[in-house]
Antibody, heavy 121, light 108 residues
Framework: EAQLVESGGGVVQPGRSLRLSCAASGFRFDDYAMHWVRQAPGKGLEWVSGISWNSGNLGYADSVKGRFTISRDNAKNSLYLQMTSLSGEDTALYYC??????????????WGQGTTVTVSS | EIVLTQSPGTLSLSPGERASLSCRASQSVVSSYLAWYQQKPGQTPRLLIYGTSARATGVPDRFSGSGSGTDFVLTISKLEPADSAVYYCQQSGNSPYTFGQGTKVEIK
């Protein structure tokens, strides 16, 4: 069974950095694109970033472009999100999600339980 | 950025009724790249529909998707109490891959 487990969330001061990780199991990780999606408390879903199977196709939400960096290590079956210059608007539950496709993006069919990021002084 | 506008914001219907949820895009979306998700309270999102009309694994055939260009619809043919959730559309054809703001379906 495909499974995604996020880690790395926590409480961080404004302006600081944080790195999220997502460990994948139960499927061939290097065949699929991956995403980060976040959900602020009581709000809807916001796509944050996506990466193709070979890291050749990357995308970011306008709200995080230039501050967040997505990456993956196929040898370790892991996805990462490096977040810098954090602000209160980045406070959210961050989900890791697997795409149905590899090179393109066709819908997210497996989701982790999420890791919470709280930006507060 | 493609903006997806979902309507109505909330839909309150009785069991057995039919629900139609709209997702309108600010510019044309290639059908292959339009998906619908269901999120129940306290749960992670679940993929329902991809490629505008294909049901994801395990999704009952009460759920169907249709549309093209800028107008897409998720239909739930015979509502059940378990369908109470927020439903989101998402486009993944043009980065950033935006979500709609969601439609809340309440079962009376």
């Amino acid at each position: 069974e495909a499974q995604l487990v996020e880690s790395g969330g926590g409480v961080v001061q404004p302006g600081r950095s944080l790195r999220l990780s997502c460990a994948a199991s139960g499927f061939r990780f290097d065949d699929y694109a991956m995403h980060w999606v976040r959900q602020a408390p009581g709000k809807g879903l916001e796509w944050v970033s996506g990466i193709s199977w070979n890291s050749g196709n990357l995308g970011y939400a306008d709200s995080v472009k230039g501050r967040f960096t997505i990456s993956r290590d196929n040898a370790k079956n892991s996805l990462y999100l490096q977040m810098t210059s954090l602000s209160g608007e980045d406070t959210a539950l961050y989900y890791c999600a697997k795409d149905r496709g590899g090179g393109g993006f066709y819908g997210m069919d497996v989701w982790g339980q999420g890791t919470t990021v709280t930006v507060s002084s | 950025e493609i903006v997806l506008t979902q309507s109505p914001g909330t839909l309150s219907l009785s069991p057995g009724e039919r629900a139609s949820l709209s997702c309108r895009a600010s510019q044309s979306v290639v059908s292959s790249y339009l998906a619908w998700y269901q999120q129940k309270p306290g749960q992670t999102p679940r993929l329902l529909i991809y490629g505008t009309s294909a049901r994801a694994t395990g999704v009952p055939d009460r759920f169907s998707g249709s549309g093209s260009g800028t107008d897409f619809v998720l239909t739930i043919s015979k509502l059940e109490p378990a369908d109470s959730a927020v439903y989101y559309c998402q486009q993944s054809g043009n980065s950033p891959y935006t979500f709609g703001q969601g439609t809340k379906v309440e079962i009376k």
